[in-house]
């Protein structure tokens, strides 16, 4: 019953911006980190950003930091990203994925066994 349905990709140009939105339900979203993961044609996940249970923390990989913001409402049950200064290398399928372990604060980046719940999925195209 768990469920992450993520919503707001779509196309757009170089230096553009996008804002996506992952809403949640099926568990006690406040008590739980949250990221998001992405994946470029034919290569494969890659994390990108995480933020705390009580969003007083983010995280970013390199090649986002400055450009994209992660936030999240836990009134709406609901993680954002905001994406600035979009690239074309920016061009991926971009997942919510929910933290295995209520209040992680380490291992962002071993998506293999720290998330335990994933999106559908939404589609971002940067292209001229």
């Known amino acids: 019953q768990v469920q992450l349905v993520e919503s707001g990709g779509g196309l757009a140009q170089p230096g553009g911006s996008l804002r996506l939105s992952c809403a949640a339900s099926?568990?006690?979203?406040?008590?739980?980190?949250m990221s998001w993961v992405r994946q470029a044609p034919g290569k494969g996940l890659e994390w990108v950003s995480g933020?705390?249970?009580?969003?007083?923390?983010?995280f970013y990989a390199d090649s986002v930091r400055g450009r994209f913001t992660i936030s999240r409402d836990n009134v709406k049950n609901t993680v954002y990203l905001q994406m600035n200064s979009l690239k074309p290398e920016d061009t991926a399928l971009y997942y919510c994925?929910?933290?295995?372990?209520?209040?992680?604060?380490?291992?962002?980046?071993?998506?293999?066994?720290?998330?335990?719940?994933w999106g559908q999925g939404t589609q971002v195209t940067v292209s001229s």
């Open positions: 933020i705390y249970s009580d969003g007083t923390q983010t």
């Open positions: 099926g568990f006690t979203f406040r008590s739980y980190a």
């Open positions: 994925a929910k933290r295995t372990i209520r209040g992680s604060t380490t291992g962002w980046d071993d998506i293999q066994y720290e998330y335990d719940y």
